[in-house]
C-alpha cells in the first residue's frame, strides 16, 4: 500500500509540475491526486471506519484553511473593487526594479508577521498587479512575495500555520521565536535580494501610464472606509483567535460578515449598475475557485501520506539514519519544500515530547525557521507559494529555474546565522 500511495502522489506532483505541457489543469490534477490516495488508503486498510473517520477529521482541518482562504481573497477583492490599494500603490513610484524588489520584500516581510503567510501573499499579489503592468514582469516580483512570506511568517507566533502549532503545543513562546529567529529569517530574505542586485538581470517594472488609469470608482470617504475595514480586518484575525481561542477561520468570517453589511449600507442608495461592481457578490465571482480547489487537492493528498504513517515513519528514518539534531531540521526544513510542512512538524511534536526538549529548546524554534521557510524552495512548498501560483499562473518550472535557488539561498543563509546565532548566544 505504502508504494502504491507514494507512487500515486509522485505522479499527481509530476502532472502538477507539468501542467502547461500536458496541458491539464493543475487543480484536476490534485483533485484526482487527492481523492486517489485516499481511495488506496481505504481500500488496503484493515478497518474501514478509522479512515473515514480520519477522513472527516482532515476534512474538517482543511475547511477552516479553504474557509479561511476564500474569506482573505474576496475581503482582498472587495478593497481592490474600492480601489482601497491606491492608498499604498500612490506612495511606490520608481522604475528602479532593485529598489521595487527591496520595497515589496520587506513590507511582506513584516505584514506577513502581523497578519500571516497566506494572506499576505494574497494582499500583495493584488497590490502587485496595481503596480507592475506586464504579467510576465511580475513573476520576478511574485517570487520574492514568497520568499519574504514565509521568511516573515517563521519569527511570528501567528505569522505561519507551523508556529501557531508550536505556540500553542507550548513548544514555543513569543519571546523566544522572536529573538532567536528573526535574525536568520531577515538573512533570509536579504541574502536572495542582495543577490539578485549582484548577479542577476531582473526585468524593470512595466509601470501603468498616467493616461492608462482609469478614474477612481469610489469616493474618497467609500474608498478610506474598505480600506481600513479590510485591511483592519486582517489583523484583527489573529487577535481574535488569541482571545476567544476560535480557529483563524471564524475571525475571518465575522470580518467579512461586518465589511458586506458596511458595504451594503455604504452602497443602498445606488442602482444595480452602480452598486453592482462593489458588493461582495460580486467580488465572490472574481475569486479564483481553480485556486482553492487545488488547494484541497493537494492537501487531501499530503494528508493521506500522513493518515497513512508515511510522514512519521519518514521522520523516525531521519531519526535513526542521521542522528543529528540539527541536520535532521535542516531535511525536514527541505521536505517542506516538497510536502506540506504541517504534518512534519506534527510528526516533529509526536516524535519528540516536551521531557525530552523543553519549551523554547533550539531544536523546536530551528525547527520554526527551517518548517517555515524551507517551503519556499518550490512553488508548491507552502500555502504562500500555493496562493501566488494560482493568483498569478506561476509555471511550476518556471519557479524552479528562477527562484528555487535564490530560495535555497536563503533558506541556508538563515540556517548559518541562526547556528552561529546559538554557538555564540545560546
Known amino acids: 500500500m505504502e508504494i502504491l500511495l507514494v507512487l500515486t ?31 488506496i488508503y481505504i481500500l488496503m486498510a484493515n478497518d474501514h471506519e478509522i479512515v473515514t473517520h480520519q477522513l472527516l477529521e482532515q476534512m474538517g482541518e482543511l475547511s477552516g ?64 498587479r496595481k503596480i507592475v503592468k506586464d504579467h510576465n514582469d511580475r513573476l520576478f516580483y511574485a517570487g520574492i512575495i514568497v520568499i519574504a512570506a514565509n521568511a516573515g511568517g517563521a519569527w511570528s507566533p501567528i505569522g505561519d500555520v507551523t508556529t501557531t502549532m508550536l505556540w500553542i503545543g507550548g513548544q514555543i513562546t513569543t519571546g523566544g521565536i522572536v529573538k532567536h529567529v528573526f535574525l536568520p529569517s531577515i538573512a533570509c530574505l536579504a541574502v536572495p535580494l542582495l543577490y539578485l542586485n549582484w548577479k542577476m538581470k531582473v526585468p524593470p517594472p512595466t509601470l501603468p501610464e498616467p493616461k492608462e488609469l482609469k478614474p477612481l470608482k469610489t469616493s474618497v470617504a467609500e474608498r478610506n472606509t474598505v480600506f481600513a475595514l479590510g485591511v483592519g480586518g486582517l489583523l484583527f484575525v489573529p487577535v481574535f483567535k488569541t482571545f476567544t481561542h476560535l480557529p483563524p477561520f471564524m475571525g475571518i468570517l465575522i470580518v467579512l460578515g461586518v465589511l458586506w453589511t458596511v458595504t451594503e449600507l455604504l452602497h443602498h442608495k445606488k442602482n444595480v449598475e452602480e452598486k453592482g461592481h462593489l458588493t461582495v457578490v460580486h467580488a465572490l465571482q472574481k475569486v479564483d475557485a481553480a485556486s482553492v480547489l487545488f488547494f484541497l487537492g493537494i492537501l487531501l493528498a499530503i494528508g493521506a501520506l500522513g493518515a497513512a504513517g508515511l510522514l512519521t515513519h519518514l521522520a523516525e528514518w531521519l531519526d535513526k539514519t542521521i542522528g543529528n539534531q540539527d541536520v535532521i531540521v535542516v531535511a525536514i526544513g527541505l521536505l517542506s519544500a516538497v510536502v506540506d510542512n504541517v504534518p512534519l512538524v506534527a510528526a516533529g511534536m509526536g516524535m519528540y515530547p516536551l521531557e525530552q526538549f523543553p519549551q523554547d529548546h533550539s531544536f523546536w524554534l530551528f525547527l520554526a525557521y527551517c518548517a517555515g521557510t524551507g517551503g519556499s524552495c518550490l512553488i508548491i512548498g507552502s500555502a504562500a507559494g500555493v496562493a501566488a501560483m494560482g493568483m498569478e499562473r506561476i509555471n511550476f518550472l518556471w519557479y524552479l529555474k528562477k527562484i528555487s535557488l535564490l530560495a535555497l539561498l536563503g533558506y541556508f543563509a538563515g540556517v548559518a546565522v541562526y547556528l552561529l546565532q546559538m554557538q555564540f548566544f545560546g
Request: glycine share 6%.
Open 65 to 128: 484553511i479553504l474557509f479561511f482562504l476564500l474569506g482573505a481573497m474576496v475581503i482582498v477583492e472587495l478593497v481592490d473593487a474600492h480601489d482601497g490599494f491606491q492608498v499604498i500603490t500612490d506612495r511606490i513610484k520608481t522604475n528602479s526594479p532593485r529598489v521595487l524588489l527591496w520595497t515589496i520584500g520587506f513590507i511582506t516581510f513584516f505584514l506577513s508577521a502581523v497578519l500571516d503567510n497566506l494572506t499576505t501573499t494574497i494582499v500583495m499579489i493584488s497590490l502587485l
Open 9 to 39: 502522489f509522485v505522479v499527481g506532483y509530476a502532472a502538477i509540475a507539468f501542467e502547461h505541457p500536458i496541458n491539464i489543469n493543475k487543480a484536476a490534477s490534485a483533485l484526482i491526486t487527492g481523492v486517489l490516495c485516499w481511495t
